[in-house]
């Protein structure tokens, strides 16, 4: 019911349009076609244009569009021109022409919607220093209002171009390989290696777009394929941080999902499906300074930007396999989703009641993952066998054709990252105290060196390193007003008096209350050994 409501309501658009028409314009009605005037030339290249944008706001489909352009062709040569724009608004509104109040409601958008797009189109060219070749005048006679329009041949409606925005998003040049290095090495300390890794394997992956996208325009069938990124390593090492500041520093639409709380399609929890969402959305604010012409056009832009962002699927190995005998919903299933995502598909979705369709060949996949039970093979990324045994389908490992190790952190990688000018926790703390509570801190070398020793106990990296930082300035933040205007020294008594003091973690003696089988044989036969080895 609601599709016939529709269809009767888009003829009756066609109907009303026609009939409007019709009446602002004089039809020829002959088969001799006169040659055409100069004026009469500029209004027949002027309305297709006219229907073009119409069809570009969106108002009605394309197939209603063609049907109004054969009729205009057919049967009025003249075209439309400005001052026929305000003879059929003048009609419109007359009050003795009978026409339904859906065609009327609906007429009266097009035409509002069209006004306002050349409205708008006037004013940027007009404050635009650099008059172009394409400016056209419609309309001869004085006193005629003037629409800069440019309109494209009939013949090529279809593949016309909006009109040009003032406003474009560029890509930035693509840095060096050693430059990313070193701008990486700023902030990642104590990861040389792996740095040096990821950003071959990131750096590949944009060359790769390049060099694919060259291909396509010489109008050739080969193209690289993709080589997504498996980092391994304990919490806290840097594997989150590096691929943020790269991504960054690429000017590539990034995404970070958490993997542990993928499930299957249908069930509760996020599908993998969601971080292709998520690239929508980060792909979404990034557009949102930018002018288009339609909402078709912004929707274009965002779905360019999300199919070649970067994904990093955090807490990868939070999908291992169950061996429960039941149906694995967030491990075996995952991770037979996850595959043809990353493999290459078309995803359908729906956000904010936008359909997009994003094809997911060209985004990069990054895994990362602390993989406890997995250890390194002197140095250097497991072996594979370790990850099947662990869980994984050698399917989806095979998807992943760069590995990466991080190593994990010790008191000497900690006491740099405390001297560094980038990554510092006592940088980011001094900000904090200077503009906010008007007073500084110093420590020397024997407190830093004892907040490293402690980071390395607590065995949760950076992100302790943090917290031991932190909480050697809150006493002073409490007696902030007794400061104000200081520079406060910290050392290592006032941080054994001031913070937490903790102990190395001891290994967990499990108690089992199961019988010996030796005590249990003495206490069933406590006259000597007979039958125990029966």
Do not use: W
Not at 61 to 83: L, S, W
Not at 115 to 131: G, L
Not at 133 to 152: C, D, H, N, Q, Y
């Amino acid at each position: 019911m609601k599709i016939t409501i529709l269809k009767i309501k888009k003829i009756l658009l066609l109907c009303g349009l026609t009939l409007l028409m019709g009446q602002a314009f004089s039809a020829t009605g002959n088969d001799d076609n006169p040659p055409m005037t100069p004026r009469t030339q500029a209004r027949f290249e002027a309305y297709p244009k006219f229907i073009h944008d119409v069809g570009e706001l969106g108002i009605f489909n394309g197939f209603i569009k063609n049907k109004v352009e054969r009729f205009i062709k057919t049967y009025f040569p003249q075209g439309i021109d400005a001052k026929g724009l305000g003879e059929l608004q003048e009609r419109l509104s007359n009050p003795e022409n009978k026409f339904s109040r859906s065609v009327k409601e609906s007429v009266q958008s097009i035409l509002d919607a069209y006004h306002q797009k050349i409205t708008r189109t006037s004013e940027k060219e007009s404050s635009s220093s650099v008059k172009t070749a394409r400016t056209r005048k419609i309309g001869m006679s004085e006193g005629e209002k003037v629409f800069k329009l440019s309109p494209p041949p009939l013949h090529r409606m279809k593949h016309s171009k909006a009109l040009e925005r003032s406003e474009v998003v560029s890509e930035p040049p693509l840095a060096t390989i050693p430059e990313l290095i070193e701008f990486l090495n700023q902030s990642i300390i104590g990861q040389e290696d792996a740095v040096a890794s990821l950003v071959t394997g990131i750096h590949r992956h944009e060359t790769r777009l390049k060099v694919n996208e060259k291909l396509g325009q010489e109008g050739k069938h080969e193209r690289v394929l993709k080589q997504n990124i498996l980092i391994c390593g304990p919490t806290g090492c840097g594997k989150t941080a590096s691929v943020t500041t790269i991504a960054k520093k690429l000017g590539r639409i990034f995404h970070v999902a958490d993997s542990s709380g993928f499930t299957r399609t249908g069930y509760k929890g996020d599908s993998v499906s969601s971080v292709i969402v998520g690239l929508i959305n980060e792909a979404d604010q990034k557009t949102k300074g930018l002018s288009f012409d339609t909402a078709f056009e912004r929707m274009k832009k965002v779905s360019e930007l999300a199919q070649n962002g970067i994904v990093f699927l955090d807490e990868i190995d939070k999908i291992a396999c169950k061996s429960t005998g039941e149906r694995d919903i967030a491990g075996a299933d995952v991770q037979a989703e996850l595959l043809k995502l990353m493999e290459g598909k078309e995803v359908a979705l729906k956000v904010d009641g936008v359909d997009y369709k994003i094809d997911t060949t060209n985004i990069l996949f990054i895994g990362g993952g602390a993989f406890s039970g997995v250890k390194p093979d002197n140095g250097s990324f497991p072996a594979e066998d370790d990850f099947v045994s662990a869980g994984f389908k050698p399917e989806l490992l095979g998807r992943f054709g760069r590995k990466v190790f991080f190593e994990g952190m010790n008191p000497e990688k900690f006491l740099k990252i405390l001297e560094s000018e980038e990554a510092s926790p006592i940088k980011q703390n001094l900000l904090l105290l200077e503009m906010g509570y008007n007073f500084s801190v110093n420590f020397d070398d024997e407190a830093m060196l004892h907040i490293a020793e402690q980071a390395h106990i607590m065995q949760t990296g950076v992100r302790g390193l943090q917290t031991l930082v932190g909480e050697a300035i809150d006493p002073l933040i409490k007696k902030s007003h007794e400061h104000q205007g200081k520079k406060v020294l910290i050392n290592k008594v006032f941080l054994e008096k001031n913070l937490r003091k903790i102990e190395p973690k001891k290994p967990k003696i499990v108690e089992t209350t199961e019988e010996d089988p030796f005590d249990r044989h003495m206490r069933l036969h406590p006259n000597g050994y007979e039958g125990m080895y029966v």
